[in-house]
């Protein structure tokens, strides 16, 4: 059984910076895409950043790019979601997910079958 558990979600001033973490088990993990979503109350889950099986692939949503940096270390069976440039618009509950894909970085939740608990991260206004 595929477990995934996310860390470092907090309260951050507008401007700031997090560091999401997501430790990954249950099965090989350098096997399968990785992602992050994130959603907040009464919308649907969206996707935020996707990284490829090696990490030579990365994909984000545009409200992210240059703000977001999504890694992996595959020896560590670790996913990480590093957050700058914080905005209110970024609160949200944060998710990880593993994808059901091996070739390819997808941005439908329905391309993942395994997903974290999630993490809430809260940038006041």
């Known amino acids: 059984q595929v477990q995934l558990v996310e860390s470092g979600g907090g309260l951050v001033q507008a401007g700031g910076s997090l560091r999401l973490s997501c430790a990954a088990s249950?099965?090989?993990?350098?096997?399968?895409?990785m992602g992050w979503f994130r959603q907040t109350p009464g919308k649907e889950r969206e996707f935020v950043a996707g990284?490829?099986?090696?990490?030579?692939?990365?994909k984000y949503v545009d409200s992210v790019k240059g703000r977001f940096t999504i890694s992996r270390d595959n020896g560590k069976n670790m996913v990480y979601l590093q957050m700058n440039k914080l905005k209110p618009e970024d609160t949200a509950n944060y998710y990880c997910?593993?994808?059901?894909?091996?070739?390819?970085?997808?941005?439908?939740?329905?391309?993942?079958?395994?997903w974290g608990q999630g993490t809430q991260v809260t940038v006041p206004s």
């Open positions: 249950g099965r090989t993990f350098s096997s399968y895409s």
């Open positions: 997910a593993q994808s059901s894909q091996v070739a390819v970085v997808g941005e439908l939740p329905s391309t993942y079958n395994y």
């Open positions: 990284i490829s099986r090696s990490g030579t692939v990365t």
